[in-house]
C-alpha cells in the first residue's frame, strides 16, 4: 500500500509548487519540514493534524477525528505496528 501525504490523498493542490498554492495559498504541511519523515511523510504530509493552519487553508475548521486522510493514516500505521510485533518471536 502506497503511503500517501494528505495533499495527494485530497488532492487540493496547495502543496509548496501545487496548482492552486500560488493564487489560494501554499499549506504550511508540505513545508513543515520538523515532522518529515514522521509516518513515512514528506514535510509533515502525514501528521498535517499536528500542525496549525491558517484560514485560507481547505483543511481550516475540520475537526482532524473525522477526516478520512487522519483516519487512513492512523489505520496503516497501526496496521506496521502489529505486523512488526507480530515477526518479533517471544
Sequence with gaps: MQKLNCWQFKNCGH???GLMADG???CPVSACMKLDGTNGGRG???AC???SKPATSP???QSCH???FY???NFE???RISGRLASIEV
Excluded: A, H, L
Design 15 to 17: 502543496e509548496r509548487g
Design 24 to 26: 489560494k495559498g501554499e
Design 44 to 46: 509533515g504530509g502525514r
Design 49 to 51: 493534524w499536528m500542525i
Design 59 to 61: 483543511c481550516y475548521g
Design 66 to 68: 473525522t477526516c478520512d
Design 71 to 73: 483516519r487512513r493514516v
Design 77 to 79: 500505521e497501526e496496521q
